[in-house]
């Protein structure tokens, strides 16, 4: 895959026309989005690091990235959509379709989902009904097949509903995931989403493609580990906003473009930690967020924090480290070998909709030495029933750890922007102390 040429972008309105977007719409969404990206990428940051290439995707979200899927379709490639870290992309990799990490970090779309999901439910799961319902996502319509999963409540019945406006699979996770039946459950639904993903592709899936598509997503979780790491400097050579962005971008982008650029932008980040060249002052209180995901253009929280006077160095999160959790050991003979290590490296994602889920507050104890964190923010969407909980549990376990803990409970509405600011100030006035 080409690296894009980072130049002005073309109009893609016949292409997004082709693809049945509502235009009137996304001409308005994508009205709002640079100017929200200005002020909280550009105006309000210094001394990035060069993160010219991921700037450029940005302003050219909805372009450049489908263009190519477009091309990839004539060519004979499916596209396929996720929503969740639990579906293996190794998978769609090796049947040579393409995967695409799809999101919903905006209350735009909210007015196309009246009468369809309640208001009440979590806001990601509204935005991502909304983009389809409204037809405002290119990527949503470029899809050959969506696949959902069995994780929270409001996901599975939302996968109900979007299977009457696209091609749909759903896949079961299992809910107690440290039983060894959940492990053996696990391995059959996914031999069964390679079955579906080969009637989708018409491809056959062999030992070689699987080990050569493990290999390429375990190296792009390499280079976003790299990035992660260097983060534990102080000063942190990137900022919470840009580490973010990165990953974000990441979830849809093409893997070998991800490992070259992020592997280029980890080569940067450890020459500026090694000559203690940050993005803040030395000393800067340091902020770890932990909960539910951020899709892209959810950066209220990032924003507010890092323009109140702290860093995040870290995120708890699918959007963060979740992400790039365990190591996937590409070994084996057989597919049925292969497929037994991604399930284990799959289950071992800490997400709250699974029971029970210890190993989540360990790994939140791991980060909060790793990174030297000053201040541990537990960040909800709003209406997310698991991570709330959770919030209270990890919240009162800390309280003997001697760690300043927030929790907040937001969605994407501006409304409580500057609550959410005078509670974030008090907070890193406190860690200042
Ligand atoms: S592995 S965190 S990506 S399910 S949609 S649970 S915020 S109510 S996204 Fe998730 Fe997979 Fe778990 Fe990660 Fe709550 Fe909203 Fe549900 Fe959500």
Redesign the pocket.
């Known amino acids: 895959m080409e690296l894009m040429k980072l130049t002005e972008p073309e109009d893609h309105h016949p292409m997004w026309k082709k693809l049945g977007i509502n235009l009137k719409k996304h001409d308005e969404l994508l009205t709002v989005l640079p100017n929200v990206f200005k002020e909280i990428y550009i105006d309000t940051q210094k001394n990035r690091p060069d993160m010219s290439f991921f700037d450029f995707v940005v302003s050219d979200i909805h372009g450049i990235r489908v263009k190519e899927l477009q091309e990839a379709k004539k060519k004979g490639k499916k596209i396929i959509g996720t ?4 579906v293996p992309e190794e998978l769609i990799i090796a049947l040579d379709g393409i995967a695409v990490g799809l999101c919903g970090g905006t209350n735009f779309s909210d007015y196309a989902i009246e009468g369809i999901l309640p208001a009440n439910l ?1 806001p ?2 509204k935005s991502a009904v909304g983009f389809k319902l409204g037809k405002i996502c290119p990527y949503f319509e470029s899809l050959d097949l969506l696949i959902g999963e069995t ?2 409540d ?2 599975k019945k939302a996968w109900e509903i979007l299977s009457n406006y696209t091609k749909m699979y759903t896949m079961e996770v299992p809910q107690c995931k440290t039983r060894p039946q959940a492990r053996a459950l696990f391995l059959k639904e996914l031999k069964d989403l390679v079955a579906k993903l080969e009637e989708v592709t018409g491809k056959k899936l062999t030992v070689e493609k699987l080990k050569s598509a493990m290999e390429k997503i375990e190296k792009k979780r390499t280079q976003l580990r790299r990035i992660y790491n260097v983060r534990k400097a102080d000063p942190p050579p990137i900022s919470g906003k840009d580490a973010l962005l990165v990953s974000q971008i990441t979830f849809y982008d093409d893997p070998d473009r991800q490992i070259q650029m992020l592997g280029k932008l980890a080569d940067e980040l450890e020459a500026r930690a090694k000559n203690s060249e940050g993005v803040v002052e030395q000393g800067t209180p340091r902020i770890l967020i932990a909960g ?2 951020m899709a892209i253009p959810n950066w209220k929280v990032h924003h507010i924090i890092e323009t109140s006077g702290a860093i995040v160095v870290a995120e708890e999160t ?1 959007t963060g480290t ?1 992400y790039f959790a365990g190591e996937l050991k590409v070994k084996g003979k057989t597919i049925d070998e292969l497929l037994q290590n991604i399930a284990d490296r799959y289950l071992e ?1 800490n ?3 699974f029971t029970p889920n210890t190993k989540r507050i360990d790994d939140i104890k791991g980060l909060i030495k790793d990174y030297r964190v000053d201040g541990l923010i537990l960040y909800t ?1 709003s ?2 029933q ?2 709330e909980i959770e919030a209270m549990k990890i919240q009162n376990i800390l309280k003997n750890e001697n760690v300043p803990v927030l929790s907040i409970t937001t969605d994407y509405s501006s409304e409580d922007t500057s609550q959410l600011k005078t509670r974030i100030e008090a907070f890193i006035e406190l860690l200042q102390k």
């Open positions: 929503f969740c870290v639990y979590c990601l799961i994780t929270c409001g996901k539910t995901p699918c979740r994602i997400c709250a909709c969407l209406f997310c698991p991570y």
